[in-house]
């Protein structure tokens, strides 16, 4: 169990709350890759106290502050890294036209506030009720307005979403972006199929999907376990236990060509670092370790002729 001092709402998944301290500390630091102000605020509000300036943030389970935890190390780099991949391929597909965007268990996600969208495109924000609940919570707390049309949607991922998210507006006629951040690995192989399948049957040509997962299972040797403290292998346990690692056994540009997509943009987190001229934690570094692949596809259907 991960123990921590902050008061965390029943049924708001801890992932999204380091997702969220992640994007914070990335956020706080000069040259930072992400600029996400509202990030901060989740943390402040479990915290009970004002987190800004060069107040450091309080521990989130193996989260920390203060550069001591190499497991948080690294769950930050992937964290930071890959929030601005996402950013660009959204909006990257709203300049081609995309007016929806659907966020697949979005979580404490916040650019329906922060990326500048228009009223002409609407944003869903599909997750649990706890998670919704919450991050509006403190969304109003603070006054904030999303600059384009944001419909938040209580849903399980796991049944009929598409009916939900129908009657809620979301047209299938219409350019979509769909994006499965942090999802993909802790579903099965048939369960990232069954997903995809789903949204290519939503998807009107041109739409796009972005995502990411690992090519490998991840093992204790992968890490070094001997700097790990009691909540950061509660952290490590509980992640291990949960990932199922969906399409592990294909490539990106296979699976997304065995489900009608053609594959645009793909990369890994340590090839975007290295452009960034980032450091890579040696988690992520060693020659064998497994990588996290992020991608983005479109839907382009084959066209008949009579």
Known sequence: ??????????????????????????????????????????IQALSGGRVSGGDGLPRLGPAVDDRSSTLWTAWRFYFSQRTPFYDQRIMHAIGEGAQQVVLLAAGLDSRAFRLGWTERVTVFELDQAAVLDFKQAILTRHGASPTCHRVPLAVDLRGDWPATLRAAGFDPALRTVWVAEGLLMYLSRSEADWLLTTMTALS???????????????????????????????AWN??????????????????????????????????????????????????????????????????TTD
């Open 204 to 234: 009107a040509p041109g739409s796009r999907f972005a995502s990411e997962y690992f090519n490998n299972a991840w093992h204790d040797a992968d890490i070094a376990s001997d700097t790990l403290d009691d909540q950061d292998w509660a």
């Open 238 to 303: 509980l992640v291990r236990g949960a990932f199922r690692y969906g399409p592990v056994t294909d490539t990106p540009a296979a699976w997304l060509t065995g489900h009608g997509w053609t594959p645009d943009q793909i990369t890994t987190l340590v090839e975007l670092a290295r452009q960034d001229n980032r450091t890579v934690p040696p988690e992520f570094g060693r020659a064998k370790a497994p990588q996290a692949w992020l991608f983005d596809g479109a839907y382009r259907p084959a066209t």
């Open 1 to 42: 169990m991960i123990v921590t001092d902050l008061h965390i709402p029943a049924g708001v998944g801890w992932t999204a709350l380091l997702t969220a301290y992640g994007r914070a500390q990335e956020s706080r630091d000069p040259g930072g890759l992400v600029c996400d102000p509202f990030a901060s605020m989740f």
